[in-house]
């Protein structure tokens, strides 16, 4: 699969960065990874995926009341 777009969808994420769809709603759900939940669905920023693998990526996961925390991606 060829990611061209900057938004990337769960199963697009997983695939890019080769783990479980289910292992990716892990990291979600529990802040440890750059996401946005849009509604019902998931959405990532690849560009801000890549500085997080690369460590040059620093970002708040949530917050202690459990209210997810809005990311800036622009």
Do not use: C
Request: hydrophobic letters at 35%; aromatic letters at 10%; charged letters at 30%.
């Amino acid at each position: 699969m060829k990611i061209t777009s900057e938004i990337l969808t769960i199963e697009e994420t997983a695939s890019y960065l080769k783990i479980p769809i289910s292992s990716l709603y892990k990291l979600a759900q529990e802040g440890r990874i750059p996401a946005q939940k849009v509604g019902r669905h998931w959405r990532f920023n690849r560009i801000a995926l890549d500085q997080w693998i690369s460590g040059n990526y620093h970002f708040e996961g949530k917050e202690d009341n459990d209210s997810p925390k809005r990311l800036d991606f622009s």
